[in-house]
């Protein structure tokens, strides 16, 4: 058994699954070498990992993960993700395939996650998000999962915008199956990545414990669609255990398929997003990627005061008027009425000839 | 011209525009019979009103209201809604047709507001969250225009409940006319209320008034559907003020139908609302009207701790196996995982024979 960290790490990955708290006080305190040593010697507890150690071949994983091109990475890495250093229970180690710097490339990211079972409106959503997003400069980060993860790593790949897979099994098994394609067009212009020692299954622990490396290495994670029971929304989870923001698509209240979305908007662990833009705004750093506010388009006769307002629907369009009618119209003071037909006229709402005052046709207005 | 409270108030209902600050001052500090008489003396800035002076005639206006069988209300009145004692501006009076009474009637009352423009997707909304408002006993309020409010009020319509139409203009005039049927309908099985004068125009500046009513009357208010620009957005501003709760209804972020409700709920001015039960959660007394929180169907897996989860995955569906093998395959101690094969056992998820466990069939699990 070789003793260091890199390798001791690599064996950790094989050895115990990603959120034993036991071995994460373990290596914690005394490193991963020692920890790896005393699962070998298997005193009390320890011992659960006896069958783990006799089958254990990290000369084999390594050989492995050469045959596709991943690499090993270890948090004393230049490439190592920052943002992973922050979160309770840390990977032992990371297996990589793909041309980026995972670093580098999760500096400025979004998880992009929903249902498996998304519509087509959801997976339109996650396809556009993710696009706007890359085009802006931001990874996304998703689980390569059917539906809404796999339209969002689309949506990126589709800009040639860089997205960030986060596999439950080995690095070299592309899961789901029919998603073998897309998983390996993203290790090929993008990233790949596991925790778990090449060869292991995806399990349903596994995905779990993934997902919080998906809501642990972004900025931030954004839910497009979600039913009630959704995985995504255990995503949310760690990504609000983890202090990151998160943001949650609405659809039609009559789709089951967005229910989980409007429960974590209503319960207010997440902020409603409906754009690329409203998504950086929430995640971004006060400041540098703030989003301007949506409003409609600006009208003159917007934020008249309240006598402007009136006089103005007092004036006809056609023939016009003459002042004493639109104070009895308005029940006005003249003077009042006077100094307001200035301000609108100034406006360019209403025109005066001999006078007598019309309103001002709109697309006259426009045409300005 | 005659001197009590309630001519004088008819009279202001004529003479004087809703939300006119000068003369709520006036009101309110010497009484509304002898506001009317500073008016009809005409000094000052009060000279205004001199065309609506010589043209009032409130014995005609109390005429115009006996032809549709409508009645004057004062706050003096026991019919008179107590929650328009609170609000900023109140009407000088209402005119109300209809068979209920007004106070009671807007009790438990909601406005439910949105864009005259609406979408086949909201008004279907706005018609089903009516009808489970009013099946609960839940006044709908609205304002009878085209789109949402029709939609809203014939909702409530259909199940028989209670619904409140609050007019712009005379409440003897329909307006829309093209909801000349719906407004008589209300007026025979709820109410149409208006706090201008008989034969009163519908105009831009009395909408706005109008919309403080509707919220002003109600205990919170629901947008359904609106754009940016809607003015149901004036009745969301107006119910903030008077300390009312708001709720939105969210749509797909494909259609701008509903980007006005998605930035109230961004503002944090609306609270996501996605049925009649959550309305009520939102608007109803604490404690009195809470609803159920929603949740997905409980499944027996659900909640299982980490290593139960583990011990079931590890347990096959078809050829069961035995003890050593689990604790292979999960790395846990036996002891752990003898221990959690119990608690599967007992919620009736794993099933031993023989020393050997297997997965029990959920479909025999639900035929329990």
Same mark, same amino acid.
């Given at each position: ?15 115990? #699954?990603? =959120?034993?708290? @036991?071995? /994460?006080?373990?290596? %914690? ?28 071949? +990290? ?33 032992? =180690? ?28 959801? @997976?339109?959503?996650?396809? #556009? ?23 969002? /790593? ?12 986060? *596999? ?18 993203? $290790? ?8 778990? &020692? ?20 972004? =900025? ?33 209240? +009559? ?5 989980? =979305? /409007? ?12 754009? &690329? $833009? ?6 971004? #750093? ?5 989003? %301007?506010?949506? /409003?409609?388009?600006?009208?003159? %006769? ?10 103005? #629907? ?8 003459? *002042?004493?009618? *639109?104070?009895? $119209? ?13 301000? *609108? ?8 000839? @001999? ?14």
């Amino acid at each position: 058994m070789r003793a260091d960290d890199r390798w001791a790490r690599a064996a950790l990955s094989r050895l115990v #699954e990603p =959120c034993d708290k @036991e071995v /994460h006080g373990l290596v %914690e305190s005394v490193g991963a070498v020692e920890t790896v040593q005393r699962i070998h010697e298997g005193a009390g507890r320890l011992g659960r990992f006896a069958a783990r150690v006799a089958a254990l071949d +990290t000369e084999r994983d390594l050989a492995i993960a050469a045959t596709v091109g991943a690499r090993l990475l270890v948090p004393s890495d230049e490439e190592w993700p920052e943002r992973l250093r922050e979160i309770a229970l840390p990977p032992w =180690c990371l297996w990589v395939r793909g041309p980026l710097h995972l670093g580098e490339t999760v500096e400025r990211s979004v998880a992009v996650v929903g249902s498996r079972t998304a519509t087509s409106y959801g @997976e339109q959503i996650a396809a #556009e998000l993710a696009a706007g997003l890359a085009t802006r400069g931001w990874t996304v980060v998703s689980g390569a999962a059917f539906g809404i993860d796999g339209s969002a /790593h689309r949506g990126a790949l589709a800009v040639d915008g860089p997205t960030v897979a986060v *596999l439950a099994g080995g690095v070299e098994r592309p899961y789901p199956a029919a998603h073998a394609a897309l998983i390996n067009r993203i $290790a090929a212009q993008g990233l790949v990545v596991s925790e778990v &020692a090449p060869g292991s299954a995806p399990m349903r622990s596994r995905f779990l414990s993934r997902n919080r490396l998906i809501a642990g290495m972004t =900025c931030g994670t954004v839910v497009v669609e979600a039913d009630l029971r959704s995985g995504s929304r255990n995503t949310v989870g760690h990504a609000t255990d983890a202090g990151r923001p998160v943001g949650a698509v609405p659809g039609p209240i +009559t789709s089951m398929a967005s229910s989980g =979305c /409007h429960e974590e908007i209503r319960d207010g662990r997440a902020v409603l997003v409906t754009s &690329a $833009a409203e998504v950086i705004d929430l995640v971004g #750093e006060i400041g540098a990627d703030a989003c %301007e506010p949506l /409003h409609g388009p600006v009208l003159p %006769e917007d934020g008249l005061s309240l006598l402007d307002a009136a006089v103005l #629907e007092a004036v006809p369009f056609r023939v016009g008027t003459d *002042l004493d009618r *639109l104070v009895v $119209a308005t029940a006005q003071p003249a003077l009042g009425v006077r100094s307001a037909l200035g301000r *609108l006229e100034r406006a360019g709402l209403v025109v005066e000839s @001999e006078g007598r005052w019309r309103k001002r046709p709109a697309r006259l207005r426009s045409a300005d």
